[in-house]
């Protein structure tokens, strides 16, 4: 069984441009979760699905922020425009809606915007 | 306005002696706890958990102590390995909210000296 896998692991981008991360949870987690971590601080948490379903969004999702779980599988986060202020860690987590609370974490996408 | 906190950024702890790391939360309304460890460029590593209807949890060298009255919960690790090295973060949620968002600290890194 793998765990949650995050591609890419690290992305340079200029300010300005799109840019857009995948994640995929472990297969039979039904719950995918997105947060953002910076330097110094926790992971914040940004919006999570069920199945194919964005149930909730924080107001850190501003409106450049996207995203998706086509399939209810694989997730996508898009950032358009983005801004320096947009540098982080983003992180994916993912868990069956039934039985333990435990999230599961993938390694993250790095995001450095110059 | 932080709802979970952890308010020593580092520890140094001897190996073979205990580490004790400490966690404080203001909402009343969490009833699950959660202890994650993070090394550099990795996603957080799930390590143990505890309910609110329990005031201890052992794992192993790890142990979860949950004051509800003082809202304070803290990590034990016995005996402190070289290998625990790493960013310990400290996680609640709020069952009842349905969308089971972790809210983090801003953790705690640990040092073990050989």
């Known amino acids: 069984d793998t765990g949650v896998s995050q591609d890419p692991r690290h992305k340079i981008t200029k300010r300005g441009q799109n840019v857009t991360f995948r994640c995929d949870p472990i297969?039979?987690?039904?719950?995918l979760y997105w947060y953002r971590q910076t330097l110094g601080q926790g992971p914040e948490f940004l919006t999570y699905?069920?199945?194919?379903?964005?149930?909730?969004k924080s107001r850190l999702l501003s409106d450049r922020f996207s995203a998706e779980r086509p399939k209810g599988s694989f997730s996508t986060l898009e950032i358009q425009r983005t801004e320096q202020g947009d540098s982080a860690m983003y992180l994916c987590?993912?868990?069956?809606?039934?039985?333990?609370?435990?999230?599961?974490f993938g390694p993250g996408t790095r995001l450095l915007v110059l | 306005d932080q709802q979970v906190k952890q308010n020593s950024p580092s520890l140094s702890v001897q190996e073979g002696r205990i580490s004790i790391l400490n966690c404080d939360y203001t909402?009343?309304?969490?009833?699950?706890f959660l202890w994650y460890k993070k090394y550099p460029a990795e996603g957080p590593t799930f390590l143990i958990s505890?309910?609110?209807?329990?005031d201890k949890n052992e794992d192993g060298r790890f142990t979860v102590f949950l004051n509800k009255s003082a809202k304070h919960l803290s990590l034990h690790i016995v005996p402190s390995q070289p290998g625990d090295s790493a960013v310990y973060f400290c996680?609640?949620?709020?069952?009842?909210?349905?969308?089971?968002?972790?809210?983090f600290g801003k953790g705690t890194k640990l040092s073990v000296i050989p």
């Open positions: 987590a993912s868990k069956y809606s039934r039985g333990q609370e435990t999230q599961y």
């Open positions: 297969s039979e987690h039904n719950r």
């Open positions: 699905f069920q199945n194919e379903a964005q149930l909730e």
């Open positions: 909402n009343s309304m969490f009833d699950y």
């Open positions: 505890i309910s609110s209807i329990k």
């Open positions: 996680a609640a949620l709020y069952s009842g909210a349905g969308s089971y968002q972790l809210t």
